[in-house]
């Protein structure tokens, strides 16, 4: 089992920045993708980044350019920076653990909070 702690989120004018991170403990395999989605009222889930045990990443086109996602294997955590932020970026962002070795297993955190005001 693996259990997912985000902190980072919070309330933020537009044109602001926030850093979510989010510490990862229990068992990950070597082959894994840790990353974030997020959901806002009214909306499904949407993937916002994600980032691969070899670097590799994955941005929603509505964040590229503005967010960047990074992550720490010494300490099992990601982190997604978020510059000019806009009230569309409002929703609870959730961070994502997907590893696998003959067969996947997935892991949510609870959600944080993010809000943009204009």
């Known amino acids: 089992q693996v259990q997912l702690v985000e902190s980072g989120g919070g309330l933020v004018q537009a044109g602001g920045s926030l850093r979510l991170s989010c510490a990862a403990s229990g068992k990950i395999f070597s082959a894994n993708a840790m990353g974030w989605y997020r959901q806002a009222p009214g909306k499904q889930r949407e993937l916002v980044a994600t980032?691969?045990?070899?670097?590799?990443?994955n941005y929603a086109d509505s964040v590229k350019g503005r967010f960047t996602i990074s992550r720490d294997n010494a300490k099992n955590t990601v982190y997604l920076q978020m510059d000019s932020l806009k009230p569309e970026d409002t929703a609870v962002y959730y961070c994502?653990?997907?590893?696998?070795?003959?067969?996947?297993?997935?892991?949510w955190g609870q959600g944080i909070q993010v809000t943009v005001s204009s």
């Open positions: 994502n653990v997907l590893t696998w070795l003959f067969q996947k297993y997935e892991y």
């Open positions: 980032m691969t045990s070899d670097s590799s990443t």
